[in-house]
């Protein structure tokens, strides 16, 4: 043999091999791309049950499409309902693992569970310094400080009954001017709130492809850091004002509001002026957003079912009348309008999805199903609150539910209806949200009849940022009801 047919037969033999190990490559790379759930548990198939049903996605990409439109609740509920995976599904979108839960019981499983005490903090979450709030702080003796905070001076009953004041004064602007314009400070916490919302409600790639990170593709980033330091001088400017007036003793006669709540225990509680920024921030924006949200749907509903209306403003002119205004002590006697709100929360969650995000922080078990360190676990209120095997014509709007049948609680004890959420990671101000709502709703009602605008229909169709927005937002007349 010639040493030139030795070196051919090498090089034949080298190009086999390369193409043996291009054929496995290729072959992995597909099998990787289209393992069940998607490639975010391509490494986990061995351990998770097989009873963890899912939709395969894209390659590469998951379910990423579902969460870049209008309504992924709707979406991942008809697929849950296909793949017979209401209990529990599994997906992925880029290398994020999800389980999402459409069953109660489940939900109830994964919200209480101290695995999931921890949230994933997106990047813009962090960004915007929500990483220091309650709400995405993770869980850890600093979390639990504020918690604890929260619970004993924020939100506590007492705290919510100092406040009826400036809540009923809220509510009293509100009737004497629906349509009128904000001051210049307002202006300037809507444009940050307004901002801080888009921000935190967009999908954001660099979330769940981390290359994708140092390019920042959609300036979120880069918004993000523009925004944060005009939030940290504005409310730090709330603070500083508020500690001048302790200063010049002009507060000593008045109810404190959450600013004076957290300056007293500032020295008691180690709480830094960042600290005291990243609540506040949040208190102002998850408050403003959700309460404004909700309102817009119930008075779309009002518009569009005049009888319930009616049977609303007739027990507040019995109960009430309309020579005095509502206070707090009347909304227990007003049960239908209380009904109301919870018809509304149960058809229009404010958070249907997105909010209730869980971090699984270290390996866990849902009942037979394996879950590992690091998924992203959600419940889908939407699809548990329109489920027809736990409600009756789900899809109607019927407060009377509420009256004629058992009731449901809605703190979080119920899973068939717990607009604020469940266990450690609850809501910390849904007493407060509930109480703003029902008394600025009984308000609204006592003052005006809803009815439908000029030209201009009441359009239900939901748009799911941060929240779950009126993609069409109301246009309705408020005529005065009394003279």
């Not at 960004?127 to 929260?150: K, Q, T, V």
């Not at 180690?270 to 920024?277: K, R, T």
């Not at 409600?391 to 109607?396: I, Q, S």
């Amino acid at each position: 043999m010639s040493l030139e047919h030795g070196l051919m037969l090498f090089r034949s033999s080298l190009l086999s091999f390369e193409a043996f190990i291009s054929s496995v490559l290729l072959v992995g790379t597909v099998a990787l791309l289209l393992s069940p759930w998607g490639i975010a548990w391509a490494r986990y198939r061995s351990k998770a049950s097989d009873a963890i049903l899912g939709p395969l996605g894209f390659p590469f990409l998951g379910l990423l499409t579902v969460f870049t439109g209008a309504t992924p609740h709707r979406v991942l509920a008809k697929l849950a309902k296909a793949l017979n995976a209401v209990k529990l599904m599994a997906f992925s979108v880029g290398f994020t693992r999800f389980v999402i839960s459409s069953d109660p019981e489940t939900a109830r499983d994964i919200l209480n569970n101290s695995a999931f005490a921890d949230r994933p903090v997106k990047e813009s979450a962090y960004e915007l310094l929500f990483h220091r709030a309650m709400g995405f702080a993770p869980y850890g003796e600093y979390w639990r400080n504020l918690r604890r905070i929260s619970a004993t001076h924020l939100f506590s009953p007492k705290r919510i009954a100092a406040f009826e004041g400036f809540r009923r004064e809220i509510g009293a602007k509100m009737v004497e001017e629906i349509n009128c314009s904000m001051k210049s400070k307002g202006l300037d916490l809507e444009e940050l709130v307004s901002e801080g919302y888009e921000l935190l409600g967009m999908f954001n790639w660099s979330d769940h492809f981390p290359l994708l990170g140092l390019l920042d593709l959609q300036g979120i980033r880069k918004r993000c850091k523009n925004l944060a330091p005009k939030v940290n001088v504005f409310v730090g400017k709330i603070i500083e004002e508020h500690r001048l007036k302790r200063v010049n003793g002009e507060d000593d006669c008045k109810v404190g509001d959450f600013v004076d709540v957290l300056l007293d225990l500032e020295k008691h509680e180690q709480l830094s002026d960042s600290d005291m920024i990243a609540v506040l921030w949040e208190m102002i924006f998850r408050g403003t957003d959700t309460v404004a949200i909700l309102l817009e749907w119930i008075l779309a509903r009002m518009v569009l079912h005049p009888e319930i209306q009616e049977k609303a403003q007739a027990e507040i002119d019995f109960v009430v009348g309309n020579s005095k205004p509502v206070s707090d002590s009347d909304i227990r006697n007003l049960p239908y309008v209380q009904a109301i709100v919870k018809e509304t929360l149960r058809v229009h969650p404010a958070g249907p999805l997105l909010s209730w995000a869980r971090l699984a922080i270290h390996d866990v078990h849902i009942g037979d199903n394996f879950i590992p360190a690091g998924t992203t676990a959600m419940v889908n209120m939407w699809a548990i609150t329109h489920n027809e095997n736990l409600w009756t014509e789900p899809e109607k709007f019927k407060p009377e539910r509420f009256i004629d049948k058992e009731d449901v609680s809605i703190m979080g004890a119920d899973l068939r209806l717990a607009p604020f959420g469940s266990g450690r990671r609850v809501c910390p101000g849904k007493s407060m949200g509930l109480a703003t709502v029902h008394l600025w709703l009984a308000q609204l009602l006592q003052a005006f009849k809803w009815v439908p605008g000029e030209d201009k229909d009441v359009e239900l169709v939901e748009h799911l940022k941060l929240s779950m927005e009126m993609k069409n937002p109301l246009v309705c007349k408020a005529m005065p009801r009394f003279a």
